[in-house]
């Protein structure tokens, strides 16, 4: 079996040269997707894992716009179009210096089992461009935002293709992305997720990626006789998914005890919770990507300069910052600290060996392409809402958005428990996303 997966990213890697985001995803799908298939004759033999490692549609474009000095820039733009065998291509829009090829090819393979799990009819895309929003002006994101949506606007539609928001695509973003959409295809149309309240939007959808990350992770706990009440956790970063997380934990009634940025992480054995996690917020609004802000305001908080919050002796640790933030070094400690339970509220936030390590050890681990998808499922009941031009409350949202995740978590639990009882969450999400893309695209014949 090993033979069979190193000979299938063979074929992968020399596809896909100097590509090491979208490998190490394709590698960690195919270490646990690989020996399912050749256990099925329904699935072997169709080459189903390298159609779906193949994007349908790569676009690359050029986004010309003009910054508040008069000087013309130009940065490039990408729509990665995975797969469409459940629905049209879901999956967010990132604007940040790293963006490459490499980058949204491993974050839209991601969303297309992602999407899968929570049931809803989407494929799985993702798109962005390497303009960093940071420090720019409103006019200079309005000029590129348009210009990023004019060359966009001809591959997505309502039934075709529905972007989000993503890393440095927030709801201002959104906004100039929707009215020049809206502009040239003279049309009102649900063509974008995570629109403001006054023109489509769905209420929680902000939260909803946090949320959904604490609803599986009670979920994991219950199956060890645990719940989320009491326990001490670490998240790191402190944009929306940190947000949310930290909300949801402390309803739930647990304690969150650190945030982190690029600069360190702080420390607040107090709690982050009330107005402190409203600070969150201020201080993401402010474009200072610092965690060592925070001790401004609270200067009973500790920051710890350089380092990263797996250090501490937590319950949970939810890492919600960005890929491989969480190395093998970083499990060790976690793992020799006590941790319970690892949620990924990021995409890909843990290393391979840092994975390895958690599941060796029996530490409840859940793959981003599980625990966060409760904001993809947000954004497919904002579609749902566009639809049937309605609008649902906060508590019937969010009432959906717990149905969903627990879903997720029954599904993985199916395809990942072993007889010791212990549930490979990695292996659970992998397999029970593969099937229903790998069904449809059987049904639908070699396309």
């Known amino acids: 079996m090993e033979q069979k997966i190193n000979e299938f990213m063979a074929l992968v890697e020399s596809k896909n040269p100097n590509e090491p985001e979208f490998l190490q995803a394709v590698r960690e799908f195919a270490e646990t997707v690989i020996p399912f298939i050749a256990e099925r004759k329904k699935y072997d033999g169709k080459n189903l894992l390298l159609r779906i490692a193949e994007p ?160 599986f992770t009670d979920q994991m706990l219950r199956t060890i006789g645990h719940e989320i009440k009491g326990k001490r956790v670490a998240i790191s970063g402190f944009g929306n998914v940190a947000w949310g997380v930290a909300l949801k934990i402390n309803e739930l009634g647990g304690k969150v005890v650190t945030i982190s940025g690029p600069d360190g992480y702080i420390l607040d054995e107090e709690g982050i919770s009330g107005e402190k996690i409203e600070h969150m917020v201020e201080m993401r609004a402010t474009g200072d990507n610092r965690a060592e802000v925070y001790t401004h305001k609270y200067p009973n908080a500790v920051f710890h300069k350089g380092k990263s919050p797996w250090e501490v002796k937590v319950d949970i640790a939810i890492p919600c910052a960005t890929q491989n933030e969480l190395n093998g070094e970083d499990a060790k400690k976690l793992i020799d600290n006590g941790v319970l339970c690892v949620t990924e509220a990021a995409n890909m936030p843990s290393t391979l060996d840092a994975i390895k390590l958690f599941l060796d050890n029996k530490v409840l681990f859940a793959p981003g392409k599980a625990a966060n998808a409760g904001g993809v499922a947000a954004s497919g009941l904002e579609m749902t809402q566009n639809s049937i031009r309605l609008n649902w409350t906060s508590e019937e949202v969010d009432l959906r958005l717990k149905d969903i995740m627990v879903g997720i978590h029954n599904q993985c639990k199916k395809y990942g428990a072993g007889e010791d009882g212990y549930v490979n969450y990695v292996k659970g999400a992998n397999i029970a996303g593969f099937v229903k893309v790998a069904d449809a695209m059987l049904a639908q014949g070699v396309v």
């Open 56 to 215: 349908e549609r790569s676009i690359i474009f050029r986004v010309p716009w003009v910054d508040d000095k008069g000087e013309i820039i130009v940065n490039r733009g990408f729509r990665i179009q995975m797969n469409s065998a459940i629905g049209p291509y879901k999956g967010g829009i990132r604007f940040h210096h790293s963006v490459n090829l490499s980058v949204l090819k491993f974050l839209a393979f991601e969303q297309v089992f992602k999407n899968s799990l929570t049931t809803l009819p989407m494929g799985g895309g993702k798109g962005g461009s390497d303009f960093d929003p940071e420090g720019k002006s409103d006019g200079e994101i309005m000029r590129f935002c348009q210009s990023f949506m004019t060359e966009l606007c001809r591959h997505i539609g309502p039934d075709l293709d529905v972007p989000a928001g993503d890393i440095g695509v927030g709801a201002r973003e959104i906004g100039y992305l929707f009215g020049q959409y809206k502009r040239i295809r003279n049309e009102f149309t649900g063509v974008l997720t995570g629109k403001g309240l006054a023109y489509g939007g769905s209420l929680i959808r902000p939260e909803a990626t946090g949320y959904g990350v604490v609803y």
